[in-house]
């Protein structure tokens, strides 16, 4: 077996989603934006040339809401791990274990990312060992590796803008040749949400095929 896509995911549970989103859009409204997420991310990923999908879905207990999502068209893994570096481990050496040689990790922020962004990924892991997908807020919305790599995960300063930076860091001392992909936006606060409903527009009016259709239908664009 060649290749596989995580994709991580959160239940779409008011109040436990898009939090920075809230007091502009309500935390009920900020959960279905997210749900639209899920689903406009899991659609993209469906268009990939990839053997498996898997949705890496939290908390433990979420797989029934995540099969109403997401279909019978994809596995599930429950996140493990007590912070955001040992799940995405975790879910690596699952993929590893089964035999993939080429692992992407994704999230659900980034509903316009485009398609050629995650193939691009697994391309050039034909070649590095690492590729990774910076965020204009300095996080990261891909990984992708062809062996484990633990050390890239570990004394991270998760869900702050440090998090690339010191990513590339531990990149550099286990001396690991690397890909960087073009940089992307997540959807985590009020001006970065504007942003998205202005990139949905011109996407719209161009005629864009790859438009997010129930992000879109969501904002009423």
């Not at 879905?57 to 029934?64: I, M, R």
């Not at 691009?120 to 034909?126: I, M, P, R, S, Y």
């Not at 997540?186 to 992000?215: A, N, Q, W, Y």
């Amino acid at each position: 077996m060649s290749t596989c896509l995580v994709i991580f995911a959160k239940s779409p549970i008011p109040g436990k989603v898009k939090t920075r989103l809230t007091p502009h859009i309500s935390s009920t409204k900020a959960a279905e934006l997210y749900e639209a997420f899920i689903v406009d991310t899991l659609d993209t990923a469906l268009k990939l040339k990839c053997e498996r999908i898997t949705v890496a879905y939290s908390p433990d207990y979420a797989e029934k809401t995540f099969q109403r999502l997401c279909g019978q068209s994809v596995d599930y893994l429950p996140q493990k791990g007590y912070n955001l570096g040992e799940r995405m481990k975790n879910a690596f050496k699952r993929s590893f274990d089964k035999g993939f040689r080429r692992t992407v990790i994704i999230g659900t922020d980034s509903p316009t990312l485009p398609l050629s962004y995650i193939q691009e990924a697994f391309d050039v892991l034909k070649e590095v060992p690492v590729t990774i997908g910076p965020t204009f807020d300095g996080g990261y919305y891909l990984i992708g590796l062809s062996a484990q790599e633990d050390a890239l995960f570990d004394n991270i300063e998760w869900s702050t803008s440090s998090v690339f930076r010191q990513t590339l860091a531990r990149i550099k001392t286990a001396n690991k040749q690397l890909n960087i992909l073009p940089p992307w936006y997540d959807v985590d606060t009020p001006d970065s949400l504007e942003f998205l409903r202005s990139h949905l527009l011109s996407m719209k009016m161009s005629g864009d095929e790859d438009i997010p259709e129930k992000t879109l239908r969501f904002l009423r664009i």
